[in-house]
């Protein structure tokens, strides 16, 4: 039978904090496996107990989060991957979903690098801060309403 662990040595083995183990409970996307009540009162909710593969499941979940999926893409993928009637095709297409996404976010950095470059090239060093193009084109955005 394999050690349960406490909230704090799951957190400790996983390399997060104790805080980070409590969120992923709140979205569902992690569970303890049973409580034990403290000896000292009855009314005390108890402890939280996890099985040890819960360090792998936390581990999956920071590997996907910094492949750029979202705690509900995460959640979905962890129950293609306990589920025996799931294809490896349906996680290809999750990826490449997630590829055009992050695509479209390196376009979008592009453009916002290329207009970065244009403002700073653009500014001519003077002492007065009201003719700088940078400020100037800040101004112009935020009257517009324009969100960049």
């Known amino acids: 039978m394999s050690q349960m662990l406490t909230i704090g040595q799951l957190a400790s083995r996983a390399g997060v904090d104790v805080q980070t183990v409590l969120y992923y409970e709140r979205r569902n996307i992690l ?18 107990f996890y099985a040890e593969d819960a360090v792998d499941k936390i581990r999956f979940i920071k590997n ?14 962890l129950k293609l991957k306990v589920s025996h009637k799931s294809h490896c095709g349906v996680v290809k297409k999750k990826a490449e979903a ?42 112009i955005h935020m009257r517009s309403g324009r969100k960049k």
């Open 98 to 139: 997630k590829l055009k996404e992050v695509h479209e976010k390196l376009l979008g950095l592009k453009a916002l690098e290329n207009a970065l470059f244009e403002l700073i090239s653009a500014c001519r060093r003077k002492t007065r801060t009201d003719p700088c193009p940078i400020l100037k084109s800040l101004e």
């Open 64 to 77: 996907a989060q910094q492949l750029g999926f979202t705690l509900q893409e995460i959640s979905g993928l």
């Open 31 to 48: 569970s303890a496996t049973g409580r034990k009540k403290p000896d000292f009162t009855i009314d005390h909710p108890g402890f939280r």
